[in-house]
């Protein structure tokens, strides 16, 4: 999907729906980001891991909040066009990078890179979770990569009211949890350690589209996002 995720109209909505979001809640998500005030010559570093970061939604609504980036995504496809992004947006490697990788298999697996990849000030994992077939493994690897007092934030969607929370055939191949409640993702943070949880629901809805047999289908959907911060050391 690399090549149309930044082109297809809902993901379009989508990804503008996410980007207002995060930057409305900046203070709620509650990093020491990077401001006006800050002066490179204080060197001040902010770093964010973009974790399953597709073509960097998240890195590119952080951009100007934070000092370096790193993205990670399973899909090298994603990795090229994220890469692709920052380069035509003239930033050098040293400060924004993708690489492969999967933090959720066993053994993790992430491909080289010259940038940190551990103590980071926050990682998110945007409309990425569902994906992943273990979800609490995740969140402990990502919850192992934050610095004392670091942030993890997750933005997915909730399961549907009237559901039961089974996932539909025809997206069975990629979709592997169809949705989260707060207790299941207040269970996953405190699992990891993570403390001081909250979850934010998004008033807006999300709209999806999925073409099948010819036909679009729209389905609508609810997105949360959670958070919970690595107690300081
Ligand atoms: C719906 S996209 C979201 C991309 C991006 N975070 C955004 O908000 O636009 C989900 C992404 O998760 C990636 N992904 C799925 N499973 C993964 C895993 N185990 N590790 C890393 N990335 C994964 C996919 O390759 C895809 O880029």
């Not at 590119?60 to 920052?86: C, Q, W």
């Not at 993790?108 to 990682?123: C, G, H, K, L, R």
């Not at 289908?217 to 050391?233: C, D, S």
């Amino acid at each position: 999907m690399a090549a149309e995720y930044d082109l297809k109209p809902a993901f379009v909505k989508m990804n503008a729906q996410v980007t207002q979001a995060i930057r409305d809640r900046l203070e709620w998500i509650g990093v020491d980001w990077i401001s006006d005030e800050d002066k490179p010559e204080d060197g001040k570093e902010i770093r964010l891991l973009d974790y399953a970061a597709g073509t960097g939604v998240v890195s590119r609504a952080l951009g100007p909040y934070v000092t370096h980036t790193l993205g990670v995504d399973i899909s090298p496809g994603m990795v090229n066009k994220f890469n692709e992004h920052a380069r035509k947006a003239g930033l050098d490697p040293s400060r924004i990078h993708a690489i492969e990788g999967d933090l959720c298999s066993d053994p993790p697996t992430v491909s080289f890179t010259e940038m940190p990849s551990t103590n980071f000030d926050i990682a998110v994992v945007c409309a990425g979770f569902h994906h992943f077939n273990d979800t609490e493994l995740a969140t402990k690897r990502l919850a192992e990569r934050l610095k004392p007092g670091g942030v993890l934030l997750i933005m997915d969607f909730l399961t549907p009211s009237g559901e039961d929370g089974k996932v539909p055939d025809e997206v069975k191949h990629m979709v592997k949890v169809f949705g989260f409640d707060e207790p299941t993702m207040r269970r996953l943070f405190e699992g990891a350690g993570l403390v001081d949880f909250d979850l934010w629901i998004m008033p807006e809805k999300v709209v999806l589209e999925r073409e099948k047999d010819g036909e679009m289908m729209r389905r609508e959907i609810t997105v949360f996002f959670a958070k919970g911060r690595k107690p300081a050391a």
